[in-house]
């Protein structure tokens, strides 16, 4: 039954809001930088490597072993801006409250991130964490590509062969996240923040971040 919940973990169907934000996403539209399959694929594969795998990816291993309340407030304060914590902040609201009416519990800090939400989830359902990891990025691959699918717009087959592509680049990244050592964690992305930020003022937009 592991693998039954790991999936609807990992389901799109997951009430947690994930389909109204775009992480920074649109912003990259707007500015031309995102404009058709080719630059989406690299700027969703370049914040893969370069931010999630580098600080959920670690953090979120630690969240089976160490403290939830520590590691909460770390994650939370790596976020650069105002929507990237608001974001996370309320998709770990919203996963922390249907896993209470799911019978699972509830995270035991007051302000929990999604992934510490979903940590927990996973953990509470005894999934591996490494199995767990994956599915979240996997998660987080989704939900870009969903989110380039309406902003650039890409077709459905676009979005598909992206996935097909960056999905791969998942696997080859769970090593170095395994490996990785707290020196070695981080999340500069500074052309994420700036456009992240730009965000909270542009004039037209899909998405809440």
């Known amino acids: 039954m592991s693998l039954a919940k790991l999936l609807q973990l990992a389901s799109p169907a997951l009430p947690v809001g994930a389909y109204s934000y775009s992480g920074g996403l649109e912003s990259a539209v707007e500015a ?5 399959a080719a630059s ?7 914040v893969l ?11 979120f291993l ?30 770990g609201y ?12 509830e995270v035991p800090v007051e302000e929990p991130s999604f992934p510490a939400a979903f940590a927990f989830a ?11 990891l994956q599915a979240y990025l996997w998660t987080w691959l989704e939900n870009q590509v969903m989110a380039a699918m309406k902003a650039v717009p890409l077709g459905q087959t676009d979005g598909q062969k992206i996935l097909l592509i960056l999905g791969e680049r998942i696997s080859e990244l769970m090593p170095k996240i395994l490996s990785m050592k707290d020196e070695d964690m981080g999340n500069f992305a ?20």
């Not at 490597?49 to 953090?59: F, L, N, Y």
């Not at 590691?71 to 939370?76: A, D, I, S, T």
């Not at 500074?190 to 971040?209: D, V």
Request: proline share 3%; net charge negative.
């Open 32 to 36: 031309g930088i995102v404009k058709d």
């Open 49 to 59: 490597e370069h931010s999630v795998a580098r600080m959920e990816g670690p953090i």
């Open 62 to 91: 630690s969240f089976f072993s160490g403290s939830f309340d520590e590691l909460n407030e770390k994650f939370l304060a790596s976020r650069e801006t105002a929507e990237l914590r608001a974001e996370t902040v309320q998709m």
């Open 40 to 46: 989406a694929q690299q700027w969703i594969g370049d």
């Open 122 to 132: 996973a953990a509470h359902w005894k999934i591996e964490p490494q199995d767990a």
């Open 94 to 105: 919203s996963l922390n409250r249907l896993l209470k009416d799911l019978g699972v519990g």
């Open 190 to 209: 500074p052309g994420l923040a700036m456009l992240s930020s730009q965000h909270e003022t542009q004039y037209s937009r899909l998405f809440r971040s």
